[in-house]
């Protein structure tokens, strides 16, 4: 006789964590929803790798096994879309490839695919390199920068040179900025999850529209025909659709590259022996062109370092979904209409199959690599993974190695966290640095 799969009612709980467990979960959220990364750590351990978190209404099962991942990613994907309608990532982008499934995405991730052909970013090489020496210009000669917002000064110009062929003004940044963070706070988890449905985006993310229909209509009478992202996108779109894939490129495009560069300094400025490490590999490199023109494995340490950033504090740390049909997923039967979160932080942080899971340690990438298909997934995995995972490896080591050619860091010993917003960011304060 086939043996029956238990259901998604019998699957585990967060209920039935301990007491000591379901305290320590719950302590976690004291810093709000920010803290909710910690909870499924505690939950996973007394749980096992697939359970359903319990906030009133918000019931998402948890999937956190590199198998459970395979089925939903790749064997069983169509089983799942991406965004529910109240989501406020689809209140804000609309009908955008992050957004939409089936044909539209499809079209769209189509229509795109040019823009991130190897050969082309490679050409964007001294481009980044001349935002990062500009930014860098301004931070003081030795004293503190904030890393996180360091970093997205130079994400998000960078990303409006590659793919909007736009030069992003300090003048111009400076005045979007506040619509910037408003849109960011507003697609972060937040309480619209009990309710189901977000409320309207918030009124000053128009600056942020604004910017980006100023962007498009500029685009539009100065580009040229398949250059960048955004004159690809206006020959395949109208106005409107143009709008909804500029805005959420540009957020998916520079909010996770911020992330993933200021854990990078925030860790090594905690870690001096990687810290020696990467800056005596990155000043030993070639500078400007040079650098520019590195391939390969010419930064073995800072790639290494990179990676181990992503693993231990992968920017996108949950791919949300819901089931469209009753599906199985690691032995569980889920029923239709079922919130799902793609555990990507789990799953890299599973002692099961980690060697000393927690520890920033990039060594294990110097080596060997991950222990097994999917259990590295920091851009996702199968037909809809990161569609910018190319470039984001490409920028995030001419960055990084370009900054430690220009400033020394300062070691810190201060607490350092993980925040849930957009990103799972760091927050760990400023740290110090001097130029050379
Ligand atoms: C370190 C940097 C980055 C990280 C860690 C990252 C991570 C991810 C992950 C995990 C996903 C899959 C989400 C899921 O399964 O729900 C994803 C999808 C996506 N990413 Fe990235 N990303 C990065 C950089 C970028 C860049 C630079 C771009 C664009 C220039 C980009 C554009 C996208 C888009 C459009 C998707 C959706 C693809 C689709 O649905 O077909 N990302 N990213």
């Not at 006789?1 to 467990?21: G, K, N, V």
């Not at 690599?369 to 259990?375: H, I, L, S, V």
Request: aromatic share 8%.
């Amino acid at each position: 006789m086939a043996e029956t799969q238990p259901a998604a009612a019998d699957l585990p709980r967060t209920d039935q964590l301990s007491p000591r467990d379901g305290f320590r979960a719950l302590w976690t959220l004291r810093h709000g929803t920010a803290g909710l990364y910690e909870a499924l750590e505690v939950a996973r351990r007394g749980l096992g790798p697939v359970f359903e978190l319990g906030f009133g209404r918000f019931r998402p099962v948890v999937v956190a096994s590199p198998g459970g991942l395979r089925e939903a990613l790749v064997e069983q994907r169509e089983a799942f879309s991406w965004r529910p309608e109240g989501d406020p990532v689809a209140r804000l982008f609309r009908r955008s490839i992050l957004v939409t499934d089936g044909e539209e995405h499809d079209r769209a991730r189509q229509a795109m695919a040019p823009a991130f052909e190897p050969a082309r970013l490679r050409e964007q090489a001294g481009a980044i390199l001349a935002i990062v020496d500009e930014e860098v210009r301004r931070w003081p000669a030795e004293g503190w920068i904030e890393p996180v917002e360091a970093m997205r000064r130079i994400a998000w110009r960078v990303f409006e040179q590659v793919f909007f062929g736009y030069r992003l003004g300090q003048e111009e940044l400076e005045a979007t900025l506040p619509g910037l963070h408003a849109a960011l706070r507003y697609i972060g988890p937040g309480l619209w999850v009990l309710r189901g449905r977000a409320g309207a985006p918030p009124r000053r993310a128009a600056l942020l529209e604004e910017h980006v229909r100023r962007v498009i209509a500029w685009r539009g009478e100065h580009g040229e025909p398949g250059a960048t992202l955004l004159d690809l996108l206006l020959a395949e779109f109208a106005t409107e659709r143009v709008r909804d894939h500029a805005l959420t490129m540009l957020i998916a495009g520079h909010d996770t590259s911020t992330a993933q560069l200021s854990w990078a300094l925030h860790l090594l400025a905690r870690h001096p022996e990687w810290l020696a490490r990467a800056t005596r590999e990155a000043r030993a490199a070639p500078a400007g062109e040079g650098l520019a023109a590195l391939r390969g494995d010419g930064l073995p340490v800072i790639d290494a370092v990179l990676k181990e950033v992503l693993r231990l504090w992968p920017p996108i740390h949950v791919g949300g979904r819901r089931t469209v049909r009753e599906v199985e997923i690691d032995g569980y039967r889920l029923a239709a209409g079922q919130r799902v979160m793609l555990s990507y932080l789990l799953v890299q942080r599973d002692p099961a199959t980690w060697a000393r899971a927690d520890v920033f340690d990039p060594g294990r990438w110097l080596d060997g690599g991950a222990p097994g298909p999917f259990t590295y997934v920091p851009f996702g995995g199968g037909p809809r993974n990161c569609i910018g995972a190319g470039f984001a490896n490409l920028e995030g080591r001419l960055v990084l190695a370009r900054i430690l050619q220009l400033v020394d860091v300062a070691v810190t010993r201060r607490p350092l966290r993980g925040a849930m917003g957009a990103t799972l960011e760091p927050r760990g304060g400023r740290l110090k640095v001097r130029r050379r």
